[in-house]
């Protein structure tokens, strides 16, 4: 130990406070930036190229943060989670995202569904599925067209457990997606056994997948899966021609990824879905 100078204990000490306060101070600001409604979604298309159409959107939550600018979810969700303000901003998520989509029902576009991303706090809560049913209804909407996205890793976190959630919110008749497909090591029994409609393959399978054998391997497997299982699959993160043309072949028919779009402001999102067949 050091008689004048300050302790590595100090310094550690310091360094903590500091990270205390930061996170305090977000978990501050995320309350009330909940309060005041800081929040926006942005919509990525998901699309069929063969039919040339949208087939839905994916609501994904940005942070309009009013000294810092727009805040992507990484730098937020995590902690909204731990201090579970992910619940009340899940809700604001679930409405928001029906709310949209009943616009665009509205305005012709009656076949689109919407995707919305459940964290696990949302997902192990108990009144998720008396929320869904009061939101369908609020909006009027075809439960169908809302699906909601589970990730793999939380599918298989206790997958007794989960399938108890899962088969609740499959009765209200919503379609569930496993997301992150490929990286959350799900056995084979538990995918025949969830209730799930939809595959999402991780973005990290699709970047390499013309030039990692393991990659295609992966994708190509999944996708026989799927077709045998009777799911539909959507392919992630698609940039290049390439990787379309890739996943195309190997029977893949909903695609999302910065090729076709990235995720957009919704009237920007709105023009797209008008102009997309066009
Ligand atoms: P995710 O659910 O896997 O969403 C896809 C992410 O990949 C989005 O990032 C999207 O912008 C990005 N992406 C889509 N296509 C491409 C592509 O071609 N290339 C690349 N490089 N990226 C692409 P984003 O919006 O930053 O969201 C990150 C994650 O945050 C999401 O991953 C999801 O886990 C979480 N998240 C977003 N919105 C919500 C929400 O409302 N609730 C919850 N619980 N989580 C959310
Ligand atoms: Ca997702
Ligand atoms: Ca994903
Ligand atoms: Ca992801």
Same mark, same amino acid.
């Given at each position: 130990?050091?008689?004048?100078?300050?302790?590595?204990?100090?310094?550690?000490?310091?360094?903590?406070?500091?990270?205390?306060? =930061?996170?305090?101070? $977000?978990?501050?600001?995320? %309350?009330?930036? /909940? @309060?005041?409604?800081?929040?926006? #979604?942005? &919509?990525?298309?998901?699309?069929?190229?063969?039919?040339?159409?949208?087939?839905?959107?994916?609501?994904?939550?940005?942070?309009?943060?009013?000294?810092?600018?727009?805040?992507?979810?990484?730098?937020?969700?995590?902690?909204?989670? =731990?201090?579970?303000? $992910?619940?009340?901003?899940? %809700?604001?998520? /679930? @409405?928001?995202?029906?709310?949209? #989509?009943? &616009?665009?029902?509205?305005?012709?576009?009656?076949?689109?569904?919407?995707?919305?991303?459940?964290?696990?706090?949302?997902?192990?809560?108990?009144?998720?599925?008396?929320?869904?049913?009061?939101?369908?209804?609020?909006?009027?909407?075809?439960?169908?067209?809302?699906?909601?996205?589970?990730?793999?890793?939380?599918?298989?976190?206790?997958?007794?457990?989960?399938?108890?959630?899962?088969?609740?919110?499959?009765?209200?008749?919503?379609?569930?997606?496993?997301?992150?497909?490929?990286?959350?090591?799900?056995?084979?029994?538990?995918?025949?056994?969830?209730?799930?409609?939809?595959?999402?393959?991780?973005?990290?399978?699709?970047?390499?997948?013309?030039?990692?054998?393991?990659?295609?391997?992966?994708?190509?497997?999944?996708?026989?899966?799927?077709?045998?299982?009777?799911?539909?699959?959507?392919?992630?993160?698609?940039?290049?021609?390439?990787?379309?043309?890739?996943?195309?072949?190997?029977?893949?028919?909903?695609?999302?990824?910065?090729?076709?779009?990235?995720?957009?402001?919704?009237?920007?999102?709105?023009?797209?879905?008008?102009?997309?067949?066009?």
């Amino acid at each position: 130990a050091k008689a004048n100078g300050r302790s590595d204990f100090q310094f550690f000490i310091e360094a903590m406070r500091d990270e205390v306060a =930061e996170r305090v101070t $977000i978990e501050h600001e995320l %309350k009330i930036a /909940l @309060e005041k409604e800081q929040f926006v #979604l942005h &919509y990525q298309p998901q699309i069929e190229p063969g039919a040339r159409r949208v087939v839905g959107l994916e609501a994904l939550v940005r942070w309009q943060h009013p000294t810092r600018g727009l805040v992507f979810p990484g730098d937020f969700i995590a902690l909204a989670e =731990e201090t579970r303000l $992910i619940v009340p901003l899940g %809700k604001w998520v /679930l @409405e928001e995202a029906c709310r949209q #989509l009943k &616009y665009w029902h509205q305005a012709g576009y009656a076949d689109l569904h919407m995707s919305v991303n459940l964290s696990p706090a949302q997902f192990h809560d108990q009144s998720l599925p008396a929320l869904v049913r009061q939101v369908l209804a609020k909006f009027d909407l075809p439960a169908g067209q809302l699906h909601l996205e589970i990730t793999e890793s939380m599918a298989m976190s206790d997958p007794e457990e989960n399938i108890i959630m899962m088969q609740a919110l499959a009765d209200i008749g919503v379609k569930l997606a496993l997301d992150d497909f490929g990286t959350g090591y799900s056995s084979l029994a538990y995918l025949k056994l969830f209730p799930i409609d939809i595959i999402k393959i991780d973005r990290s399978f699709v970047k390499d997948i013309e030039t990692d054998e393991n990659d295609a391997a992966i994708c190509e497997m999944t996708m026989l899966l799927a077709q045998k299982l009777g799911k539909q699959v959507v392919a992630e993160g698609v940039e290049t021609e390439a990787q379309l043309e890739f996943v195309s072949r190997i029977g893949c028919q909903w695609i999302q990824g910065y090729l076709f779009s990235k995720p957009l402001a919704a009237a920007v999102a709105g023009n797209f879905i008008q102009g997309f067949a066009g």
